[in-house]
């Protein structure tokens, strides 16, 4: 191993620890710095700029004239989780926090230090977590067993905030509409195990028009008032949203509730440009009512491997001529298709999707081994549309035949479907490579391929 040169800047070994300055090595820096305050300082921001309490909890104990001189180096502090750690932020220097990440404990000392670290970066605050400690409950519209109040002021200067992120919080309606006047940069909303309470129908929320990103799911965020609330209500007040994530939910949960009642505006009209929905893992029937009754003209879908199904399919179907992007991703517990008919079932749909969406530009589904003669003698929709393929032949034993394909597929650009004698196949192509290789060239303006080893791109024809 080569020995690297002896280094000639004095300041070099300070930058170094900098560089490498997470975890335990950042207490090693702070123990430096009445040793060589002047050399310190030259790399000061990079020891101070993120702090974890989590990985790094001693600077809870560093003294205060020390963060009063290098506190507005911070920008980013995450897994503040005691009280001594949000008193440590009472410093005034550090006041121009970019990202905080706060647990707020059952008790009025904990909620009055958070809210007045808020308030001191009120100007500088893009992202925003704050978890609390109410219990999650199994069953839906059930009354919260812990409250901690949240409420951000409305009527001091605005916030900068671009990200929110809240989670087992309990709040006033007037709390939650407070939150998003005060916020008018908000594009990503996180609701995770929200209680709200004081909700009426004929009631309005401060509208929220830059938001593109909602992360919650009714059994996430429950409405406690005289009658229910309809969960997508909700979104009337976020006319932009672009993207639905609807976070993974433990099978035992109560899903009877979920669209009762039915929202007599249509999501089509409320957020028009809602067409990416993204859901991390629930059931088929939570996933078969979004795609009939709330969603229209759908664009994007991801979903979990495990959750697709015959229902699935049959609900995508009237999105056929929208949709362009579909994503089949790892699910949360593994899956076994133990029967012949389950094995065969699940081909069939993937096949399907090829076959039937003529719109079709990106298909992912790394988890599943795509039977080539299936797709012999198909007439696929998406032959002219696709752009990005993720699947896996079983015919691809090895890398070396994956490459090979990939070769054969790199050579065909820009030659006509049929005239593939101009494709000389050598006596080291497997017929596995050929037989792939035939059905992939179809796609004529693939762009990236992925056949389980890499990504492959393609060149413009």
Not at 86 to 101: G, M, P, V
Not at 142 to 148: G, T
Not at 243 to 261: A, G, I, K, N, T
Not at 344 to 366: D, K, N, Q, Y
Request: charged share 20%; glycine share 4%; with cysteine.
């Amino acid at each position: 191993m080569a020995i690297p040169p002896k280094p000639t800047n004095a300041l070099y070994a300070f930058k170094m620890i900098a560089s490498t300055a997470k975890y335990p090595s950042k207490e090693e820096c702070i123990s430096r710095i009445r040793v060589r305050k002047d050399c310190f300082k030259d790399f000061a921001k990079a020891v101070w700029e993120s702090i974890d309490f989590h990985d790094t909890f001693f600077f809870a104990h560093i003294p205060p004239d020390v963060v009063s001189e290098y506190g507005h180096h911070i920008q980013r502090v995450s897994h503040v989780r005691f009280v001594k750690d949000l008193q440590w932020l009472q410093n005034k220097s550090i006041a121009q926090l970019k990202q905080l990440d706060v647990k707020i404990d059952d008790n009025e000392k904990s909620l009055r230090l958070f809210l007045d670290s808020v308030e001191r970066n009120r100007g500088s605050l893009s992202i925003l977590g704050v978890t609390g400690a109410l219990l999650e409950s199994p069953m839906y519209n059930s009354e919260p067993q812990n409250r901690i109040y949240l409420l951000l002021d409305a009527h001091s200067a605005k916030f900068q905030l671009t990200v929110l992120q809240l989670e087992s919080l309990y709040m006033t309606r007037e709390a939650f509409s407070s939150v998003l006047q005060s916020s008018p940069r908000l594009q990503s909303l996180t609701l995770r195990n929200i209680s709200i309470s004081g909700f009426h129908a004929i009631e309005r929320l401060c509208f929220r028009d830059g938001l593109k990103t909602m992360v919650a799911s009714v059994l996430q965020v429950t409405v406690h008032l005289n009658g229910n609330f309809p969960f997508l209500l909700f979104f009337s007040f976020f006319p932009t949203l672009e993207l639905w994530r609807v976070p993974y939910l433990r099978p035992e949960l109560d899903f009877s509730s979920m669209f009762d009642p039915v929202p007599t505006i249509p999501l089509a009209i409320t957020c028009p440009m809602l067409k990416d929905i993204i859901f991390e893992g629930t059931n088929n029937t939570q996933i078969t009512n979004c795609l009939d009754r709330i969603l229209r003209k759908l664009q994007s879908l991801t979903l979990c491997y495990g959750d697709f199904d015959w229902l699935v399919m049959n609900s995508l179907f009237w999105h056929r001529t929208t949709i362009t992007t579909i994503v089949l991703r790892s699910s949360h517990t593994p899956v076994t298709l133990n029967s012949w008919d389950q094995r065969v079932s699940i081909r069939e749909l993937v096949i399907g999707i090829l076959w039937f969406f003529p719109c079709l530009a990106v298909f992912s589904a790394e988890e599943h081994t795509i039977c080539g003669p299936m797709l012999v003698g198909k007439q696929l929709d998406c032959c002219n549309t696709l752009r990005e393929l993720r699947v896996r032949f079983r015919c691809l034993r090895d890398e070396d035949e994956v490459n090979k394909c990939l070769e054969l597929l790199s050579a065909a650009r820009g030659v006509t479907v049929g005239n593939q004698e101009i494709v000389e196949f050598g006596e080291n192509v497997s017929a596995a490579a050929e037989e792939t290789f035939h059905l992939l060239v179809q796609f004529r303006n693939l762009r990236k391929l992925w056949l389980g080893t890499h990504d492959h791109h393609f060149g413009g024809q």
